[in-house]
């Protein structure tokens, strides 16, 4: 069961929403701890899918909560933490985006580091209680160099925040003029990358600056270096012992500005970057997330230009994981995230993106989400970028009755029994004019 998305789809693309999934429209075109067991599902006794069977997903739309506290539509969820709490990017009344936090039914507006200004924009995420969150958001302040580099759709300095309580603080840059906070561990860690503010005319437009790979702890910024030979980097997630995984590369092979373009996967274990392979394309490589376990996921290009899933461990290196299937529609594949359980989720597509379908991944096996969740459910799931220990999937949807993005969380409920979950599932559901028509209203000079 397929869904198509709007042309071109980098109407999607902002930071962390599909923050890997443009990476997989692109990945083929760039230039070129302790040991970890292999990626099983724990005994923990938290959902059907942890027993090796099909398990079935209760799946809620965000809207009704997030149009109570002021929104009227979304960007994405980014995060959910193991109490079921959520933290993502919402569209204002006035066609911004604010981040926002969502627990137990209720939404709260976050705001910007300039307030509730509705000019400025910002996201959210993080895996702590609820009250702790990373942030991304514009200040009042011009970009001198216009780069948008946070890809918040405007020109204005982006910076990195921390959100605790109630109260939204900025964080230091590495010299340059723009860093962005992704995410936080448990331990509050705050991950991302920061601009140095040395200029170099060969980035990829319409970056100018190099940038660095960064994390943040008690208010204080650390560089990660990038790999030997590179110059730029980015990181994208973070565990709970000190390890982060991004990309590595070359200023003008390696890109952030709302999606993550990189040339080298790599990881960094307590400060130190470690390369982890590639699976033999001439294309880019990506390392999308990691768990406690240090078991990595990401995206590679394969020998054939097509972009696979890998996982790795210290143990047995890089694995490619495949494609959903043979068809041209499953031909790019990236995931999100992986949970202390070995559960991973991502979207499959085709080389155009626009096909796409959020897949749901554990023993060595893919499914697609959409065939778990109820026969009567009106959301198709397109894009899954989060996965906590419960099993719990947020991500974006499109609605089947009014073909509107709304944002989700799905929630194991057991095994999947006779009729009552869609189960597999052919054909495609097609994105109609009108809701290309209400993406280029929400989005404007964002698209991409």
């Avoid at 768990?291 to 143990?315: M, Y």
């Avoid at 495949?322 to 597509?349: H, I, Y």
Wanted: aromatic share 6%.
């Amino acid at each position: 069961m397929r869904t198509q998305l709007p042309t071109p789809v980098q109407a999607f693309t902002h930071p962390r929403l599909l923050a890997r999934l443009a990476a997989a429209a692109s990945l083929a075109a760039v230039a070129g701890c302790t040991d970890s067991p292999p990626l099983t599902t724990a005994t923990a006794p938290v959902a059907a899918a942890s027993r090796g069977v099909t398990p079935a997903y209760a799946i809620r739309d965000l809207q009704g909560d997030l149009g109570a506290a002021g929104f009227v539509g979304v960007f994405g969820v980014f995060d959910v933490n193991n109490a079921g709490d959520v933290a993502g990017s919402a569209v204002t009344t006035a066609g911004g985006q604010h981040a926002f936090r969502w627990s137990q039914g209720q939404a709260l507006d976050i705001g910007t580091l300039g307030g509730f200004d509705p000019m400025l924009n910002s996201q959210a995420a993080g895996r702590t209680s609820g009250r702790v969150l990373s942030i991304v958001s514009d200040i009042t302040t011009l970009d001198p160099l216009q780069e948008d580099f946070c890809g918040l759709g405007s020109t204005y300095i982006c910076r990195a925040a921390v959100w605790r309580d109630g109260v939204m603080l900025p964080l230091p840059t590495l010299g340059g003029n723009n860093a962005a906070a992704l995410t936080m561990n448990t331990n509050g860690q705050l991950i991302g990358l920061a601009e140095d503010g040395v200029l170099d005319n060969s980035c990829m437009a319409p970056q100018q600056s190099h940038f660095q790979a960064a994390s943040w702890e008690n208010g204080a910024i650390r560089k990660l270096d990038p790999l030997p030979g590179d110059e730029v980097a980015m990181a994208l997630r973070n565990n709970d012992n000190d390890q982060i995984v991004g990309t590595s590369g070359l200023c003008s092979n390696t890109f952030y500005g709302g999606f993550g373009i990189g040339a080298h996967a790599v990881l960094w274990d307590h400060g130190s970057p470690v390369a982890l392979g590639s699976l033999g394309g001439a294309g880019g490589s990506l390392a999308a997330g990691i768990n406690n376990r240090g078991d990595v996921i990401g995206a590679s290009s394969a020998a054939d230009g097509t972009l696979h899933p890998f996982l790795w461990t210290k143990a047995s290196g890089m694995r490619d994981l495949g494609l959903l299937s043979a068809d041209p529609a499953d031909a790019a594949n990236t995931p999100f995230q992986v949970n202390n359980r070995g559960q991973m989720v991502g979207s499959s597509c085709d080389a155009t993106l626009t096909f796409c379908r959020g897949y749901l991944w554990q023993d060595g096996a893919f499914q697609d989400i959409n065939d778990l969740i109820p026969a009567s459910a009106n959301l198709y799931v397109i894009v899954p970028l989060t996965i906590n220990d419960a099993g719990q999937i947020g991500g974006l949807a499109l609605d089947l009755t009014t073909f509107d993005l709304r944002a989700f969380v799905a929630t194991p409920s057991g095994n999947a029994v006779g009729g009552a979950h869609r189960g597999p599932a052919a054909g495609s559901v097609p994105l109609p004019a009108t809701a290309r028509a209400q993406l280029r209203r929400q989005l404007g000079p964002r698209r991409r």
